[in-house]
Protein backbone atom coordinates (compact mmCIF):
# COMPACT_ATOMS: atom_id res chain seq x y z
CA UNK A 1 0.00 0.00 0.00
CA UNK A 2 2.98 2.17 0.77
CA UNK A 3 4.18 2.34 -2.58
CA UNK A 4 0.18 3.33 -4.16
CA UNK A 5 0.31 6.18 -1.67
CA UNK A 6 3.50 7.56 -2.76
CA UNK A 7 2.50 7.73 -6.54
CA UNK A 8 -0.48 9.37 -4.78
CA UNK A 9 2.20 11.65 -3.40
CA UNK A 10 3.51 12.70 -6.56
CA UNK A 11 0.98 13.10 -8.72
CA UNK A 12 -0.38 15.74 -6.32
CA UNK A 13 2.83 17.73 -5.92
CA UNK A 14 2.98 17.18 -9.73
CA UNK A 15 -0.57 19.18 -9.76
CA UNK A 16 0.22 22.03 -7.40
CA UNK A 17 3.54 23.02 -9.31
CA UNK A 18 1.41 22.98 -12.70
CA UNK A 19 -1.21 24.97 -11.30
CA UNK A 20 0.75 27.76 -10.44
CA UNK A 21 2.20 28.38 -13.64
CA UNK A 22 -1.17 28.02 -15.45
CA UNK A 23 -3.82 27.75 -12.83
CA UNK A 24 -6.71 29.39 -14.86
CA UNK A 25 -7.16 27.12 -17.89
CA UNK A 26 -6.37 24.06 -16.00
CA UNK A 27 -9.05 24.99 -12.80
CA UNK A 28 -11.50 24.65 -15.00
CA UNK A 29 -10.79 21.92 -16.71
CA UNK A 30 -10.52 19.93 -13.86
CA UNK A 31 -13.70 21.28 -12.34
CA UNK A 32 -15.25 20.24 -16.10
CA UNK A 33 -14.23 16.76 -15.72
CA UNK A 34 -15.40 16.17 -12.03
CA UNK A 35 -18.62 17.49 -13.11
CA UNK A 36 -18.90 15.09 -15.96
CA UNK A 37 -17.89 12.19 -13.27
CA UNK A 38 -20.60 13.04 -10.80
CA UNK A 39 -22.86 13.74 -13.54
CA UNK A 40 -22.45 10.14 -14.64
CA UNK A 41 -22.16 8.65 -10.91
CA UNK A 42 -25.78 10.26 -10.53
CA UNK A 43 -26.58 8.38 -13.87
CA UNK A 44 -25.60 5.11 -12.65
CA UNK A 45 -27.58 5.73 -9.43
CA UNK A 46 -30.68 5.92 -11.63
CA UNK A 47 -29.84 3.06 -13.25
CA UNK A 48 -29.32 1.00 -10.10
CA UNK A 49 -32.45 1.99 -8.80
CA UNK A 50 -34.03 1.43 -11.79
CA UNK A 51 -33.52 -1.94 -11.83
CA UNK A 52 -33.71 -2.50 -8.63
CA UNK A 53 -37.80 -1.20 -8.31
CA UNK A 54 -38.88 -2.32 -11.85
CA UNK A 55 -36.91 -5.27 -13.65
CA UNK A 56 -39.42 -8.14 -13.94
CA UNK A 57 -37.74 -10.40 -10.57
CA UNK A 58 -36.58 -9.36 -7.65
CA UNK A 59 -32.39 -8.51 -8.02
CA UNK A 60 -30.01 -8.85 -4.91
CA UNK A 61 -29.08 -5.24 -4.99
CA UNK A 62 -25.43 -6.31 -3.64
CA UNK A 63 -24.98 -8.93 -6.94
CA UNK A 64 -25.53 -6.14 -9.06
CA UNK A 65 -23.53 -4.12 -7.29
CA UNK A 66 -20.68 -6.78 -7.88
CA UNK A 67 -21.36 -6.91 -11.44
CA UNK A 68 -21.34 -3.56 -12.39
CA UNK A 69 -17.52 -3.38 -10.52
CA UNK A 70 -16.67 -6.57 -12.62
CA UNK A 71 -18.07 -4.87 -15.76
CA UNK A 72 -15.92 -1.57 -15.04
CA UNK A 73 -12.97 -4.02 -15.07
CA UNK A 74 -13.32 -6.47 -17.41
CA UNK A 75 -13.74 -3.70 -20.13
CA UNK A 76 -10.05 -2.27 -19.34
CA UNK A 77 -8.44 -5.23 -20.12
CA UNK A 78 -8.61 -9.24 -20.92
CA UNK A 79 -6.70 -9.55 -17.54
CA UNK A 80 -7.98 -7.23 -14.78
CA UNK A 81 -11.19 -8.28 -13.24
CA UNK A 82 -13.37 -8.58 -9.84
CA UNK A 83 -12.63 -11.26 -7.13
CA UNK A 84 -15.69 -12.03 -5.06
CA UNK A 85 -14.60 -13.60 -1.54
CA UNK A 86 -14.73 -17.24 -2.99
CA UNK A 87 -12.76 -16.18 -5.59
CA UNK A 88 -10.21 -14.47 -4.33
CA UNK A 89 -9.88 -17.41 -1.20
CA UNK A 90 -9.51 -20.14 -4.19
CA UNK A 91 -6.69 -17.53 -6.16
CA UNK A 92 -4.73 -17.38 -2.49
CA UNK A 93 -5.09 -21.13 -2.54
CA UNK A 94 -3.97 -21.88 -6.48
CA UNK A 95 -0.27 -19.46 -5.92
CA UNK A 96 -0.03 -22.43 -3.17
CA UNK A 97 -0.30 -25.12 -5.61
CA UNK A 98 -3.43 -27.09 -4.59
CA UNK A 99 -7.24 -26.37 -5.76
CA UNK A 100 -9.86 -28.34 -7.13
CA UNK A 101 -11.34 -27.88 -11.22
CA UNK A 102 -9.82 -29.04 -14.36
CA UNK A 103 -6.58 -27.86 -14.37
CA UNK A 104 -6.84 -25.36 -17.27
CA UNK A 105 -5.73 -21.79 -17.59
CA UNK A 106 -8.13 -19.77 -19.91
CA UNK A 107 -8.57 -16.35 -21.40
CA UNK A 108 -10.52 -14.62 -23.28
CA UNK A 109 -9.91 -13.69 -26.92
CA UNK A 110 -12.42 -11.35 -28.97
CA UNK A 111 -15.24 -13.33 -26.52
CA UNK A 112 -14.58 -16.78 -27.00
CA UNK A 113 -12.73 -18.64 -23.96
CA UNK A 114 -9.42 -19.73 -25.11
CA UNK A 115 -7.08 -22.34 -23.85
CA UNK A 116 -3.90 -20.72 -22.85
CA UNK A 117 -2.62 -24.36 -22.00
CA UNK A 118 -3.83 -27.49 -19.78
CA UNK A 119 -1.52 -28.23 -16.52
CA UNK A 120 0.68 -31.10 -17.13
CA UNK A 121 -0.67 -34.42 -14.98
CA UNK A 122 -4.83 -32.92 -14.43
CA UNK A 123 -8.02 -33.94 -15.89
CA UNK A 124 -7.85 -31.43 -19.16
CA UNK A 125 -4.55 -32.55 -19.83
CA UNK A 126 -5.27 -36.13 -19.60
CA UNK A 127 -8.59 -35.34 -21.74
CA UNK A 128 -6.51 -34.46 -24.51
CA UNK A 129 -7.42 -30.43 -24.02
CA UNK A 130 -4.48 -28.44 -26.18
CA UNK A 131 -3.60 -24.90 -25.66
CA UNK A 132 -5.08 -22.66 -28.36
CA UNK A 133 -8.26 -24.74 -27.95
CA UNK A 134 -11.62 -22.48 -27.97
CA UNK A 135 -14.51 -23.54 -25.49
CA UNK A 136 -17.50 -23.02 -26.99
CA UNK A 137 -20.17 -25.02 -24.63
CA UNK A 138 -19.96 -26.25 -20.96
CA UNK A 139 -22.32 -28.60 -20.48
CA UNK A 140 -24.16 -27.54 -23.72
CA UNK A 141 -24.58 -24.07 -22.84
CA UNK A 142 -22.99 -21.75 -24.94
CA UNK A 143 -20.43 -19.67 -23.30
CA UNK A 144 -19.77 -16.74 -26.09
CA UNK A 145 -20.89 -13.44 -24.54
CA UNK A 146 -20.26 -14.63 -21.11
CA UNK A 147 -17.55 -12.92 -19.36
CA UNK A 148 -14.50 -14.76 -18.81
CA UNK A 149 -15.00 -14.56 -14.59
CA UNK A 150 -18.97 -16.15 -15.27
CA UNK A 151 -17.32 -19.00 -18.06
CA UNK A 152 -14.70 -20.17 -15.51
CA UNK A 153 -17.37 -19.83 -13.00
CA UNK A 154 -19.65 -22.19 -15.20
CA UNK A 155 -16.65 -25.08 -15.45
CA UNK A 156 -16.19 -25.50 -11.74
CA UNK A 157 -17.79 -27.64 -9.60
CA UNK A 158 -17.63 -30.55 -7.00
CA UNK A 159 -14.74 -32.73 -7.37
CA UNK A 160 -15.33 -36.08 -9.00
CA UNK A 161 -18.22 -34.79 -11.03
CA UNK A 162 -18.28 -34.87 -15.19
CA UNK A 163 -18.66 -31.41 -17.40
CA UNK A 164 -18.36 -31.79 -20.76
CA UNK A 165 -16.91 -28.81 -22.58
CA UNK A 166 -17.16 -28.09 -26.58
CA UNK A 167 -13.58 -27.21 -28.13
CA UNK A 168 -13.10 -26.13 -31.51
CA UNK A 169 -9.61 -26.66 -32.30
CA UNK A 170 -7.26 -25.21 -35.55
CA UNK A 171 -7.08 -28.26 -38.13
CA UNK A 172 -10.40 -29.80 -36.57
CA UNK A 173 -13.55 -29.80 -39.30
CA UNK A 174 -16.30 -29.73 -36.40
CA UNK A 175 -16.42 -29.30 -32.82
CA UNK A 176 -16.04 -31.58 -30.66
CA UNK A 177 -16.97 -32.91 -26.75
CA UNK A 178 -14.66 -33.78 -24.36
CA UNK A 179 -15.45 -35.35 -21.21
CA UNK A 180 -13.55 -34.61 -17.67
CA UNK A 181 -14.02 -35.59 -14.42
CA UNK A 182 -12.88 -32.48 -12.03
CA UNK A 183 -10.89 -33.72 -9.45
CA UNK A 184 -8.45 -31.59 -7.25
CA UNK A 185 -5.26 -30.31 -8.86
CA UNK A 186 -2.24 -30.81 -7.35
CA UNK A 187 0.52 -28.90 -9.01
CA UNK A 188 4.10 -30.11 -8.52
CA UNK A 189 5.77 -26.72 -9.68
CA UNK A 190 9.33 -28.72 -10.84
CA UNK A 191 10.10 -31.87 -12.36
CA UNK A 192 13.36 -33.09 -13.07
CA UNK A 193 14.85 -36.21 -14.64
CA UNK A 194 17.95 -36.58 -16.59
CA UNK A 195 18.00 -37.48 -20.53
CA UNK A 196 21.05 -39.23 -21.11
CA UNK A 197 23.58 -36.67 -20.01
CA UNK A 198 21.11 -34.17 -20.15
CA UNK A 199 19.23 -32.78 -17.00
CA UNK A 200 15.30 -31.85 -17.85
CA UNK A 201 13.78 -29.12 -15.69
CA UNK A 202 9.77 -29.24 -16.84
CA UNK A 203 8.62 -26.42 -15.09
CA UNK A 204 4.66 -26.57 -15.17
CA UNK A 205 3.56 -22.99 -13.37
CA UNK A 206 5.32 -20.35 -11.04
CA UNK A 207 3.77 -20.57 -7.64
CA UNK A 208 5.37 -20.20 -4.08
CA UNK A 209 6.95 -23.56 -4.52
CA UNK A 210 8.52 -23.31 -7.97
CA UNK A 211 12.22 -22.01 -7.21
CA UNK A 212 12.31 -24.01 -4.48
CA UNK A 213 11.53 -26.93 -6.41
CA UNK A 214 13.66 -25.86 -8.90
CA UNK A 215 16.74 -25.83 -6.98
CA UNK A 216 16.65 -28.86 -5.10
CA UNK A 217 15.91 -30.85 -7.93
CA UNK A 218 18.78 -29.85 -9.62
CA UNK A 219 20.81 -30.21 -7.41
CA UNK A 220 19.10 -33.78 -6.92
CA UNK A 221 19.56 -35.00 -10.59
CA UNK A 222 23.70 -33.28 -10.72
CA UNK A 223 24.57 -35.54 -7.86
CA UNK A 224 23.12 -38.69 -9.24
CA UNK A 225 24.92 -38.18 -11.90
CA UNK A 226 27.91 -37.92 -10.01
CA UNK A 227 28.76 -34.45 -10.34
CA UNK A 228 28.10 -31.38 -12.92
CA UNK A 229 30.85 -32.27 -14.70
CA UNK A 230 28.91 -35.56 -16.01
CA UNK A 231 26.24 -33.70 -17.73
CA UNK A 232 26.18 -31.70 -20.76
CA UNK A 233 23.22 -29.28 -20.45
CA UNK A 234 20.29 -28.29 -18.87
CA UNK A 235 17.12 -27.95 -20.34
CA UNK A 236 14.20 -25.89 -19.14
CA UNK A 237 11.15 -26.96 -20.23
CA UNK A 238 8.47 -23.95 -20.30
CA UNK A 239 5.52 -25.21 -22.98
CA UNK A 240 2.28 -25.01 -22.05
CA UNK A 241 3.14 -23.27 -18.75
CA UNK A 242 0.78 -20.22 -18.55
CA UNK A 243 2.54 -18.16 -15.94
CA UNK A 244 2.14 -17.40 -12.41
CA UNK A 245 3.98 -14.83 -9.67
CA UNK A 246 6.52 -12.30 -10.87
CA UNK A 247 8.72 -12.91 -8.15
CA UNK A 248 9.48 -16.64 -8.75
CA UNK A 249 9.91 -15.84 -12.76
CA UNK A 250 13.18 -13.78 -11.30
CA UNK A 251 14.08 -15.95 -8.78
CA UNK A 252 14.19 -18.95 -11.43
CA UNK A 253 15.95 -16.63 -14.42
CA UNK A 254 18.42 -15.15 -11.55
CA UNK A 255 19.31 -19.27 -10.67
CA UNK A 256 21.42 -18.69 -13.98
CA UNK A 257 22.61 -15.37 -14.30
CA UNK A 258 25.49 -13.86 -12.99
CA UNK A 259 24.72 -10.20 -13.62
CA UNK A 260 22.68 -7.95 -15.29
CA UNK A 261 19.13 -6.91 -15.70
CA UNK A 262 16.33 -9.87 -15.55
CA UNK A 263 12.88 -7.67 -15.74
CA UNK A 264 11.65 -4.08 -16.17
CA UNK A 265 8.31 -2.84 -15.17
CA UNK A 266 6.62 0.50 -16.44
CA UNK A 267 3.14 1.49 -14.65
CA UNK A 268 1.59 4.44 -15.72
CA UNK A 269 3.42 7.00 -13.97
CA UNK A 270 7.86 6.79 -14.10
CA UNK A 271 7.87 6.66 -10.47
CA UNK A 272 6.04 3.30 -10.75
CA UNK A 273 8.86 1.32 -12.55
CA UNK A 274 10.93 -1.16 -11.30
CA UNK A 275 13.86 -2.99 -12.25
CA UNK A 276 14.76 -6.40 -11.00
CA UNK A 277 18.86 -7.29 -11.52
CA UNK A 278 20.29 -11.23 -11.20
CA UNK A 279 22.64 -12.13 -8.41
CA UNK A 280 25.47 -13.75 -8.47
CA UNK A 281 25.36 -17.54 -8.57
CA UNK A 282 24.57 -19.86 -11.27
CA UNK A 283 22.97 -23.09 -10.51
CA UNK A 284 24.21 -24.94 -13.89
CA UNK A 285 27.84 -23.67 -13.36
CA UNK A 286 27.91 -22.21 -16.80
CA UNK A 287 26.56 -25.30 -18.39
CA UNK A 288 25.08 -24.87 -21.87
CA UNK A 289 20.82 -24.01 -21.62
CA UNK A 290 18.06 -24.81 -23.84
CA UNK A 291 14.38 -23.57 -22.95
CA UNK A 292 11.63 -25.48 -24.61
CA UNK A 293 8.48 -22.73 -25.39
CA UNK A 294 4.98 -23.07 -27.40
CA UNK A 295 2.36 -21.03 -27.63
CA UNK A 296 1.08 -22.11 -24.26
CA UNK A 297 3.88 -20.26 -22.81
CA UNK A 298 3.21 -16.73 -20.35
CA UNK A 299 3.31 -14.33 -18.53
CA UNK A 300 6.55 -15.31 -15.98
CA UNK A 301 7.30 -18.23 -18.65
CA UNK A 302 7.74 -15.56 -21.39
CA UNK A 303 9.83 -13.36 -18.86
CA UNK A 304 12.26 -16.14 -18.21
CA UNK A 305 12.77 -16.86 -21.74
CA UNK A 306 13.22 -13.51 -22.68
CA UNK A 307 15.95 -12.65 -19.55
CA UNK A 308 18.12 -16.04 -20.73
CA UNK A 309 17.84 -15.15 -24.58
CA UNK A 310 18.65 -11.46 -24.02
CA UNK A 311 21.88 -12.15 -22.40
CA UNK A 312 22.27 -15.16 -24.01
CA UNK A 313 22.32 -17.58 -21.59
CA UNK A 314 20.38 -19.87 -22.87
CA UNK A 315 19.05 -21.31 -26.75
CA UNK A 316 15.53 -20.89 -26.70
CA UNK A 317 13.34 -23.39 -29.02
CA UNK A 318 10.18 -24.46 -29.76
CA UNK A 319 7.24 -21.92 -31.00
CA UNK A 320 6.33 -18.03 -30.40
CA UNK A 321 5.20 -17.87 -26.86
CA UNK A 322 1.75 -16.49 -26.15
CA UNK A 323 2.25 -12.61 -25.79
CA UNK A 324 0.93 -11.93 -22.40
CA UNK A 325 3.35 -8.46 -21.73
CA UNK A 326 1.65 -7.11 -18.69
CA UNK A 327 1.64 -7.41 -14.79
CA UNK A 328 -1.49 -7.65 -12.49
CA UNK A 329 -1.77 -6.41 -8.95
CA UNK A 330 -4.13 -7.71 -6.76
CA UNK A 331 -5.42 -5.66 -4.37
CA UNK A 332 -7.29 -6.65 -1.29
CA UNK A 333 -10.83 -5.16 -1.08
CA UNK A 334 -13.58 -4.85 1.63
CA UNK A 335 -15.47 -8.33 3.05
CA UNK A 336 -12.82 -10.23 1.45
CA UNK A 337 -13.15 -9.69 -2.07
CA UNK A 338 -10.20 -7.93 -4.13
CA UNK A 339 -9.24 -6.36 -7.29
CA UNK A 340 -6.95 -7.76 -10.08
CA UNK A 341 -6.26 -4.56 -11.95
CA UNK A 342 -3.06 -4.46 -14.53
CA UNK A 343 -0.72 -1.98 -13.31
CA UNK A 344 2.42 -2.06 -15.24
CA UNK A 345 4.24 -3.91 -18.35
CA UNK A 346 7.58 -5.72 -18.45
CA UNK A 347 10.01 -5.70 -20.54
CA UNK A 348 13.16 -7.87 -21.35
CA UNK A 349 16.43 -6.87 -20.34
CA UNK A 350 16.78 -5.50 -23.97
CA UNK A 351 13.69 -3.34 -23.63
CA UNK A 352 11.51 -4.90 -25.90
CA UNK A 353 7.92 -5.31 -24.93
CA UNK A 354 6.13 -9.50 -25.94
CA UNK A 355 2.74 -7.49 -25.44
CA UNK A 356 1.02 -9.48 -28.23
CA UNK A 357 3.98 -10.45 -30.19
CA UNK A 358 5.37 -13.32 -27.62
CA UNK A 359 9.04 -14.21 -27.38
CA UNK A 360 10.27 -15.97 -30.86
CA UNK A 361 12.43 -19.07 -30.46
CA UNK A 362 15.86 -18.88 -31.83
CA UNK A 363 15.02 -21.99 -33.53
CA UNK A 364 12.01 -22.86 -34.50
CA UNK A 365 10.68 -26.52 -34.02
CA UNK A 366 6.92 -27.54 -34.67
CA UNK A 367 6.15 -30.13 -32.53
CA UNK A 368 4.56 -32.85 -35.20
CA UNK A 369 0.84 -33.83 -34.59
CA UNK A 370 1.00 -37.68 -34.86
CA UNK A 371 -2.50 -39.47 -36.72
CA UNK A 372 -3.83 -42.78 -36.59
CA UNK A 373 -2.15 -43.37 -40.31
CA UNK A 374 1.13 -42.19 -38.48
CA UNK A 375 1.11 -44.71 -36.11
CA UNK A 376 0.08 -47.54 -38.27
CA UNK A 377 3.17 -46.67 -40.96
CA UNK A 378 5.53 -46.89 -37.95
CA UNK A 379 4.18 -50.42 -36.74
CA UNK A 380 5.10 -51.32 -40.59
CA UNK A 381 8.44 -49.39 -40.96
CA UNK A 382 9.84 -50.46 -37.54
CA UNK A 383 9.84 -54.02 -37.27
CA UNK A 384 13.44 -55.36 -36.29
CA UNK A 385 16.24 -55.43 -38.88
CA UNK A 386 18.45 -57.93 -39.34
CA UNK A 387 22.37 -57.44 -39.21
CA UNK A 388 25.34 -59.39 -39.87
CA UNK A 389 25.69 -60.53 -36.26
CA UNK A 390 22.31 -62.36 -36.86
CA UNK A 391 23.72 -64.35 -39.62
CA UNK A 392 24.52 -68.04 -38.55
CA UNK A 393 28.33 -68.64 -38.16
CA UNK A 394 29.21 -64.97 -38.50
CA UNK A 395 32.56 -64.29 -37.69
CA UNK A 396 33.52 -62.36 -34.10
CA UNK A 397 34.58 -58.62 -34.10
CA UNK A 398 38.31 -60.03 -32.18
CA UNK A 399 40.22 -56.13 -32.37
CA UNK A 400 37.47 -54.84 -29.27
CA UNK A 401 38.26 -55.77 -25.39
CA UNK A 402 34.96 -56.19 -23.60
CA UNK A 403 35.30 -53.26 -22.25
CA UNK A 404 34.90 -51.54 -25.67
CA UNK A 405 32.54 -54.09 -26.62
CA UNK A 406 30.20 -52.61 -22.88
CA UNK A 407 30.77 -49.31 -24.33
CA UNK A 408 29.77 -49.95 -27.74
CA UNK A 409 26.22 -51.25 -26.40
CA UNK A 410 25.82 -48.42 -23.75
CA UNK A 411 26.60 -45.84 -26.56
CA UNK A 412 23.91 -47.82 -28.94
CA UNK A 413 21.37 -48.10 -25.40
CA UNK A 414 21.62 -44.04 -25.35
CA UNK A 415 20.97 -43.59 -29.26
CA UNK A 416 18.05 -46.13 -29.13
CA UNK A 417 17.10 -44.08 -26.12
CA UNK A 418 16.85 -40.90 -27.79
CA UNK A 419 15.14 -41.98 -31.14
CA UNK A 420 12.56 -43.19 -28.82
CA UNK A 421 12.15 -40.09 -26.92
CA UNK A 422 12.13 -38.55 -30.69
CA UNK A 423 9.22 -40.33 -31.76
CA UNK A 424 7.22 -39.25 -28.23
CA UNK A 425 8.49 -35.50 -28.12
CA UNK A 426 10.13 -34.26 -30.96
CA UNK A 427 10.90 -30.68 -29.55
CA UNK A 428 12.44 -31.98 -26.07
CA UNK A 429 15.00 -34.61 -28.41
CA UNK A 430 16.07 -31.23 -30.59
CA UNK A 431 16.61 -29.88 -27.80
CA UNK A 432 19.04 -32.32 -26.51
CA UNK A 433 20.72 -32.76 -29.51
CA UNK A 434 21.69 -29.20 -29.51
CA UNK A 435 22.94 -29.73 -26.19
CA UNK A 436 25.12 -33.00 -27.52
CA UNK A 437 26.22 -31.17 -30.34
CA UNK A 438 27.78 -28.56 -27.64
CA UNK A 439 29.17 -30.88 -25.53
CA UNK A 440 30.87 -32.39 -28.60
CA UNK A 441 32.59 -29.21 -29.65
CA UNK A 442 33.50 -28.27 -26.28
CA UNK A 443 35.02 -31.40 -25.68
CA UNK A 444 36.88 -31.73 -29.27
CA UNK A 445 38.38 -27.96 -28.32
CA UNK A 446 40.24 -28.72 -25.19
Keep these: MKKFAMAALGGTLAGVVATTQIAGPLLAQDSARSSNVYEQLDLFGDIFERIRAQYVEEVDPGEL ?20 PDDAAQMRVQTRGEFGGLGIEVTQEEGFVKVVSPIDGTPADEAGVEAGDFITHVDGESVLGLSLDEAVTMMRGPVGSEIIITLVREGEPEPFDVSIIRDTIKLTAVRTRTE ?13 QTYTNLQSGLEEQIAEAGGIDEING ?25 KGEIVSTRGREIQDGERFNAT ?9 IVVLINGGSASASEIVAGALQDHRR ?3 VGTKSFGKGSVQTVMPLRSDGAMRLTTARYYTPSGRSIQSLGVSPDIVVEQPRRSLADEEEDESTNRPSRSEADLRGSLNNDSLSEDEIKQIEADRAKAEAAAALREEDYQ ?12 AIGTSNR
Design 234 to 258: IVIDLRNNPGGLLTQAIRVSDAFLE
Design 314 to 316: AIV
Design 280 to 288: AGDLAQGKP
Design 428 to 439: LAYAIDILKGLS
Design 196 to 208: GDTVVLRVTTFND
Design 65 to 84: IEAAIDGMLTSLDPHSSYLS
